[in-house]
């Protein structure tokens, strides 16, 4: 099973900041096959990236996602009040498919 | 626009079936490009996968779940369908359905289900 760890666990930013988010995986993700979501509070998770750095669709180009093997980054580059919200990394270029634990990020 | 929506008894008795259905609405289930999850939530904790159906009714499920999970479709009914057996209060979670394969997209709203007597 491939283990995917999230850090930090939350970010505390202000509007207009840039927010790095990390993904590491206990195995190479083939493909990378790499997915983000933001679920905000008491909503589905909505999909963010795929394959590591496509946005999906009408997502804004403040998200961007980069990486490959083991090493994934969500990148939100100027922060706003409603990106408010825990966002979660998930391979799924293995069964299982895993999600990380999440990262919370919190606007000041 | 593709919609997804869940339902079922929002209430199980413990060592009891928990089944829910996913309504699938705006497109058809029997694509082939396409597979059909069911993703669950404790509340207040992070997402756990527990399986996918396809087109042609072939499952992959989560090791940890898979002597209590089954996963179907009913095709013209445009619906899929989860069991989990023998369910305890570790159970209680909001179940999600979506849409796979690069990533799920879209989810369903959820729908919360708890075991207790």
């Given at each position: 099973e491939s283990v995917l760890t999230q850090?930090?666990?939350t970010l505390s930013l202000s509007p207009g900041e840039r927010a790095t988010l990390s993904c590491r995986a206990s195995q190479s993700v083939s493909s990378n096959s790499l997915a983000w979501y933001q679920q905000r509070p008491g909503r589905a998770p909505r999909l963010l990236i795929y394959g590591a750095s496509s946005r999906a669709t009408g997502i804004p180009d403040r998200f961007s996602g980069s990486g490959s093997g083991t090493d994934f980054t969500l990148t939100i580059s100027s922060l706003e009040a409603a990106d408010s919200?825990?966002?979660y990394c998930q391979q799924y270029g293995i069964s299982p498919l895993t999600f990380g634990g999440g990262t919370k990020v919190e606007i000041k | 626009q593709l919609q997804l929506q869940e339902s079922g008894p929002g209430l199980v008795q413990p060592s009891e079936t928990l089944s829910l259905a996913c309504t699938v609405s705006g497109g058809s289930i029997s694509t082939r490009s396409h597979y059909w999850g069911w993703i669950r939530q404790p509340p207040g904790k992070g997402l756990e996968w527990i399986g996918n159906i396809y087109y042609n009714g072939s499952t992959y499920y989560n090791p940890s779940l898979d002597s209590r999970v089954t996963i179907s479709l009913h095709t013209a009914k445009n619906q899929f369908f989860l069991k989990l057996r023998s369910v305890t209060a570790a159970d209680t979670a909001i179940y999600y359905c979506a849409?796979?394969?690069?990533g799920f997209d879209p989810w369903g709203q959820g729908t919360l289900v708890t075991v207790s007597s």
């Open positions: 850090s930090p666990g919200a825990v966002y | 849409r796979g394969p690069q």
